[in-house]
């Protein structure tokens, strides 16, 4: 397929998205509401020429309205003929209005929601959770297996359902770990010895070492996946979630221990630093 991809969207993943994308031999524009320079990508200020230049449009920003006001903003003559392909973290019911608001400006819609943070976007080796039509998903095979490895669900919902679901999971185990270290840290148990157990059982997830570190350092503060977004993710799942009767009070807690740490400055921090707001610090005396 010869063709330019548009990137709008250069925050932690669209920018790592649009560098993999020209490193694969892709032609790729950039655009960012608050213009951004990406390194190996020429980016534009002016979304007419970008949408002039680009035939597909990739959107990768922070949530729906971002979505639904870059939508507006490219208007008809925007998306017209073009192919929109959306892995904003977003909910079902979210991006099949999306989706009929592109067809109704003439484009065509492909939901691609991501699992993977920037080193899986860095290295193509992010999993794509796709919902939309056969031959739309079957057009971009190429275009889609430059940056990881697709999985057609099936129509539009179902690759944003399936994000929520794993990103459910992300908060979930984060917090469920954070409280079993705290115990372990708090009542003086070796903290070796607790993970060399873990690590044997079948309690274990490979995510509890990747975030052991931060966890014990207190260092948060190199985001591959900031908190504010997590957040948004568990209120989107809580939602959905209550909609097809799913008791939903575990995710209660778990957003307001969120809250708490966008309260308390971590929004832009790594999603791990929930812990600092489950195993909270005690005043020195
Ligand atoms: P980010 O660094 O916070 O970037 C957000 C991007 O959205 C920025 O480019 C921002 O532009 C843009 N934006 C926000 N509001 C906008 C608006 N009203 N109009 C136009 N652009 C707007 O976020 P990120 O980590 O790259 O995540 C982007 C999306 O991917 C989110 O939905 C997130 O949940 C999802 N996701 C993230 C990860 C991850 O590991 N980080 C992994 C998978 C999925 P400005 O610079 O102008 O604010």
Known sequence: MNTTIGVIGLGLMGAAMARRLAEAGWSVL??????????????????????????????????EAACREVI?????????????????????EESSALARRVSALG????????????????????QLLLGGPDALVARHDDLLRALGTPTHFGEIRSGAAAKLA??????SLTAAFSMSLGLVQREGVDVDKFMDTLRESALYAPTFDKKLA???????????????HLLKDIRLFTRSAAGQDIDTHLLIGLQHVL?????????THDYSSLYESIVRQRPLH
């Open 30 to 63: 950039g655009y960012n509401r608050t213009p951004r320079e990406v390194d190996g990508v020429e980016t534009l200020s002016e979304l007419p020429e970008f949408a002039r230049r680009a035939e597909t449009l990739w959107l990768m920003v922070s949530d």
């Open 214 to 228: 931060n966890m014990l350092d207190h260092s948060f503060d190199k985001a591959n996946f900031p908190l504010k």
């Open 259 to 267: 809250e708490e740490g966008v309260c308390a400055g971590h929004g």
């Open 72 to 92: 507006e903003s490219l208007g008809e003559e925007g998306v017209r003929g073009h192919v929109v392909i959306n892995s904003s973290t977003i909910a079902p």
């Open 166 to 171: 794993f990103n459910q999971l992300i908060g």
């Open 107 to 126: 484009g065509e819609y492909l939901e691609a929601p991501v699992l993977g943070s920037i080193p899986q976007a860095t290295t193509g080796t992010l």
